[in-house]
């Protein structure tokens, strides 16, 4: 069945880095959109960054545009989310998602989250 299993959550202090990793399996990887989202405490889901089956077409929210970056490696199955420049407002659980072939918000299975903390 399909899994998602996000890691590399943590406790990094204002300004600092994290990279994300989201191993998948249970379907064809290479052949899907893939997200990332968030959650942080008391607020609503918020789509982070997309990508193109093929890696292209990166698409980025407005608050993180030019301080993460998505990648995948289809060779492995994963995906990931390189955060720069982490701030307070990055607090969140993390999760990646599923898309469609055609549609990175044709949402069909989440992962489970890794928790991110922006604190000094």
């Known amino acids: 069945q399909v899994q998602l299993v996000e890691s590399g959550g943590g406790l990094v202090q204002p300004g600092g880095s994290l990279r994300l990793s989201c191993a998948a399996s249970?379907?064809?990887?290479?052949?899907?959109?893939m997200s990332w989202v968030r959650q942080a405490p008391g607020k609503g889901l918020e789509w982070v960054s997309s990508i193109s089956s093929g890696g292209s077409n990166p698409y980025y929210a407005d608050s993180v545009k030019g301080r993460f970056t998505i990648s995948r490696d289809n060779a492995k199955n994963t995906l990931y989310l390189q955060m720069d420049s982490l701030n307070s407002e990055d607090t969140a659980t993390y999760s990646c998602a599923k898309g469609s072939r055609y549609h990175p918000r044709e949402v069909d299975y989440w992962g489970q989250g890794t928790q991110v903390t922006v604190s000094s």
């Open positions: 249970g379907f064809t990887f290479s052949s899907y959109w």
